[in-house]
């Protein structure tokens, strides 16, 4: 079955700690996106890729990165510098046409929480 | 800047009854998409029903429909014949341009409780 996978799905860190939100996709997508959202609140965008090799800074990009290496994944690293990085994690993707508007399809989440 | 308004924060209903989910937007795009999001417990977030600008006619997917009316800016989403499974977080959404790369602009969301 074709789908977005995140890993893993819940994921704890130290305050000075750097980790790494995997996010892969079978669905021959373009485009991918990672989004932030806090309890209570919509999804707020982090970064998104297009194409591979190339992402773009969404609204709240300081104190993340990505990488977009491979058509398939784009992973997203929580770095030391992010200063509340407890949240929940989504990863979507979309074909690089619009059909239906581009629906953005997403994974299951990765819940982070800084101890 | 486009901006998504989800006034409800949250709403109950009874098995089998019909609801109405409100949504109204605001943006300068001619050209624009609206969409629907599920989000249940477990997190995932669950694509429901799309509107483009364009669109005449109201979309509809199974029991979901979109009840578009451009000239207030208005996306409310109507579940008929509610189930309990239809519990959920719901939350409108609305496409962004090239420069943001069709990114989503996403309300605060409304927490639909469906009741026996």
């Known amino acids: 079955d074709g789908g977005i996978t995140q890993s893993p799905k819940y994921l704890f860190r130290k305050e000075g700690q750097n980790v790494t939100l995997s996010c892969e996709q079978n669905l021959n997508h373009d485009a991918m996106y990672w989004y932030r959202q806090d309890p209570g609140q919509g999804l707020r965008l982090i970064y998104y890729?297009?194409?591979?090799?190339?992402?773009q800074k969404g609204d709240i990009a300081e104190g993340y990165s990505v990488s977009r290496e491979k058509k398939e994944s784009f992973p997203l690293t929580v770095t030391s510098a992010q200063k509340n990085p407890t949240a929940f994690y989504l990863c979507?993707?979309?074909?690089?046409?619009?059909?239906?508007?581009?629906?953005?399809?997403f994974g299951p989440g990765t819940r982070l929480t800084v101890l | 800047a486009q901006k998504i308004t989800q006034t409800q924060p949250g709403m109950f209903v009874q098995e089998k009854e019909a609801v109405t989910l409100d949504c109204t937007y605001d943006?300068?795009?001619?050209?624009?998409?609206l969409f629907w999001y599920k989000q249940p417990s477990s997190g995932e977030m669950i694509f429901l029903i799309y509107q483009g600008s364009y669109d005449e006619q109201n979309a509809t997917e199974g029991r979901y429909s979109l009840n578009f009316q451009k000239a207030r800016k208005s996306a409310n989403l109507v579940i008929s014949a509610s189930q309990l499974g239809d519990s959920a977080m719901y939350f409108c959404?609305?496409?962004?341009?090239?420069?943001?790369?069709?990114?989503?602009?996403f309300g605060k969301g409304t927490s639909l409780l469906v009741t026996p």
């Open positions: 959404a609305m496409r962004e341009g090239l420069n943001s790369g069709y990114a989503l602009n």
């Open positions: 943006t300068s795009d001619q050209s624009y998409g």
């Open positions: 979507a993707s979309r074909r690089r046409d619009l059909p239906s508007g581009g629906t953005q399809y």
């Open positions: 890729s297009q194409i591979v090799n190339d992402f």
